[in-house]
């Protein structure tokens, strides 16, 4: 074994030194394939930290949401469907909803009004999100005017701001009193936007959302676990619309990488032969050949992914982040929470480094087992 390693020290000493005499086709080489390992490894950090947040961010969300559908569209449900809803077993928790949109003319762009459970709030007062705020230039205890439905103004004191770290969901987010979201939207007592349920057991969440349909056949129940779905499918999609526009980028450079490492020059042919005529085995040559292969293969890759890192979680993946954040007017100040998916660096390793290394050896394998003096002629 001793004797083993250290022949492949040789052989790695001996590549090295031969990747340094031949330094500049193969400092265009790495350069090229870090810059692909460093895109396609940075669409991968981004969307798998939106997705992971994304999933932190609904965890707290109820287990299941209860719509009411009049001709297909969304209607107020009245608050007498909560009773009917705690006749159901495995329900533990039910409560009404309220919330809209309001569309802001100033800055031309849809706020979520939503009315908190948790949070009291007086009559005038409303708590705003970052990006809200931002857009409007708005702190602690200045005014907002909404108007209402009935076209009156109705002023309202900015009571705080929420926190940055929620920004993703909660940019365009106003938070307010019962009683003024009923009165800026017209909104009848006894009545709410949707109705939330928890379920004491989640493996009972289906079979609790298929009694809701059937007590109550003119609503839709929405699980979670939906919602959670929908928003991985919808990253995955963007992460696929980066990938398509990188294809023509990736297919150049497979060709360009494939070109490097299977054809041989006459110098490298050269070479070849005069290790064989002075006691290089083939698999010594081959091994070599490996060897230089991987080194070149595996420094682009970790260089890629370094760099890829400090893109997204440092510079907050300004090259990518409009395609896979999404578009809007009030645009979220989203930084990235470092998550690593052991899979996804496996995948990409396997499909970056693997290909290149493995097309290096058959060039090689054909030249080593040629004659030396028909080589070297």
Same mark, same amino acid.
């Given at each position: %074994?001793? @004797?083993?390693?250290?022949?492949?020290?040789?052989?790695?000493?001996?590549?090295?030194?031969?990747?340094?005499?031949?330094? =500049?086709?193969?400092?265009?080489?790495?350069?090229?394939?870090?810059?692909?390992?460093?895109?396609?490894?940075?669409? %991968?950090?981004?969307?798998?930290?939106?997705?992971?947040?994304?999933?932190?961010?609904?965890? &707290?969300?109820?287990?299941?949401?209860?719509?009411?559908?009049?001709?297909?569209?969304?209607?107020?449900?009245?608050?007498?469907?909560?009773?009917?809803?705690?006749? /159901?077993?495995?329900?533990?928790?039910? @409560?009404?909803?309220?919330?809209?949109?309001?569309?802001?003319?100033?800055?031309?762009?849809?706020?979520?009004?939503?009315?908190?459970?948790?949070?009291?709030?007086?009559?005038?007062?409303?708590?705003?999100?970052?990006?809200? &705020?931002?857009?409007?230039?708005?702190?602690?205890?200045? #005014?907002?005017?909404?108007?209402?439905?009935?076209?009156?103004?109705?002023?309202?004191?900015?009571?705080? !701001?929420?926190?940055?770290?929620?920004?993703? /969901?909660?940019?365009?987010?106003?938070?307010?009193?019962?009683?003024?979201?009923?009165?800026?939207?017209?909104?009848?007592?006894?009545?709410?936007?949707?109705?939330?349920? =928890?379920?004491?057991?989640?493996?009972?969440?289906?079979?609790? &959302?298929?009694?809701?349909?059937?007590?109550?056949?003119?609503?839709?129940?929405?699980?979670?676990?939906?919602?959670?779905?929908?928003?991985?499918?919808?990253?995955?999609?963007?992460?696929?619309?980066?990938?398509?526009?990188?294809?023509?980028?990736?297919?150049?450079?497979? *060709?360009?990488?494939?070109?490097?490492?299977?054809?041989?020059?006459?110098?490298?042919?050269?070479?070849?032969?005069?290790?064989?005529?002075?006691?290089?085995? !083939?698999?010594?040559?081959?091994? %070599?050949?490996?060897?230089?292969?991987?080194?070149?293969?595996?420094?682009? #890759?970790?260089?890629?992914?370094?760099?890829?890192?400090?893109?997204?979680?440092?510079?907050?993946?300004?090259?990518?982040?409009?395609?896979?954040?999404?578009?809007?007017?009030?645009?979220?100040?989203?930084?990235?929470?470092?998550? *690593?998916?052991?899979?996804?660096?496996?995948?990409?390793?396997?499909?970056?480094? #693997?290909?290149?290394?493995?097309?290096? *050896?058959?060039?090689?394998?054909?030249?080593?087992?040629?004659?030396?003096?028909?080589?070297?002629?």
């Amino acid at each position: %074994m001793q @004797h083993y390693l250290a022949r492949q020290r040789y052989l790695i000493d001996y590549t090295v030194a031969s990747l340094l005499r031949h330094r =500049s086709k193969n400092l265009g080489l790495l350069l090229v394939y870090t810059l692909v390992v460093f895109m396609l490894a940075s669409v %991968m950090l981004f969307t798998h930290s939106l997705r992971q947040e994304a999933e932190q961010l609904l965890s &707290a969300a109820p287990e299941i949401v209860l719509q009411r559908l009049l001709a297909g569209r969304q209607e107020l449900v009245p608050a007498s469907y909560l009773e009917q809803m705690g006749r /159901i077993r495995g329900v533990s928790e039910r @409560h009404g909803r309220l919330w809209g949109y309001y569309y802001d003319p100033v800055v031309r762009a849809n706020y979520t009004v939503l009315v908190p459970r948790d949070r009291p709030l007086a009559a005038d007062e409303i708590v705003v999100g970052a990006g809200l &705020a931002r857009s409007r230039g708005l702190g602690h205890g200045d #005014f907002l005017s909404l108007r209402a439905s009935d076209g009156r103004p109705v002023a309202f004191r900015v009571a705080d !701001t929420l926190a940055a770290d929620s920004e993703l /969901i909660s940019a365009d987010l106003i938070l307010m009193a019962e009683a003024s979201f009923r009165d800026l939207f017209a909104i009848p007592a006894g009545y709410y936007t949707d109705l939330a349920l =928890s379920v004491r057991n989640p493996r009972e969440v289906r079979t609790v &959302a298929e009694k809701l349909t059937l007590a109550l056949p003119d609503t839709r129940p929405i699980l979670r676990s939906e919602i959670l779905r929908t928003y991985a499918t919808l990253f995955s999609w963007r992460q696929g619309i980066v990938l398509v526009l990188l294809a023509g980028a990736l297919l150049a450079f497979v *060709i360009f990488a494939w070109d490097k490492a299977s054809g041989l020059s006459a110098e490298e042919r050269r070479e070849i032969g005069i290790l064989k005529a002075v006691g290089w085995e !083939t698999a010594d040559v081959i091994g %070599m050949k490996f060897w230089e292969g991987a080194l070149i293969s595996l420094g682009a #890759f970790l260089l890629g992914y370094l760099l890829a890192y400090l893109h997204v979680f440092y510079l907050d993946a300004g090259l990518f982040e409009p395609v896979l954040k999404g578009w809007a007017v009030l645009y979220p100040s989203f930084h990235p929470v470092p998550f *690593i998916d052991g899979l996804q660096v496996a995948t990409l390793f396997f499909f970056t480094v #693997f290909p290149y290394t493995v097309a290096t *050896i058959i060039p090689i394998w054909r030249a080593a087992t040629t004659d030396p003096d028909a080589v070297m002629r």
